[in-house]
Nanobody, 119 residues
């Protein structure tokens, strides 16, 4: 059983920054971040595979950076210039495949960490 534990969420004002971390019990081929706002479906935010190929949803390109440290099985999401629409529960996710941007690709989920951006 793979365990994923997120940290780093919180409240920030518009334009601020947060860094999310996800500690995995073991690294997987593909890892990423999904988010879910109240009343909305969960969506892929950013993913990275073990070849460091990254994928971002269009709304965060240029503002968010995903990275991973395979040495200690940690995933990061640096979020800059945050906007109110970035608010939501952010979930760490992992999959035993090269691509994992769709929910149906995901085999493992974390419990989530809340991000709130206020104006």
């Amino acid at each position: 059983e793979v365990q994923l534990v997120e940290s780093g969420g919180g409240s920030v004002q518009v334009g601020g920054s947060l860094r999310l971390s996800c500690a995995a019990s073991s690294p997987r081929l593909c890892m990423g971040w999904f988010r879910q706002a109240p009343g909305k479906e969960r969506e892929g935010v950013a993913t990275i595979n073990s070849r460091t190929i990254t994928t971002y949803t269009s709304s965060v390109k240029g503002r968010f950076t995903i990275s991973r440290d395979n040495a200690d099985s940690t995933l990061y999401l640096q979020m800059n210039n945050l906007k109110p629409e970035d608010s939501g529960m952010y979930f760490c996710a992992a999959a035993d495949k090269w691509s994992c941007f769709k929910q149906t690709d995901i085999g493992y989920w974390g419990q989530g960490t809340q991000v709130t951006v206020s104006s």
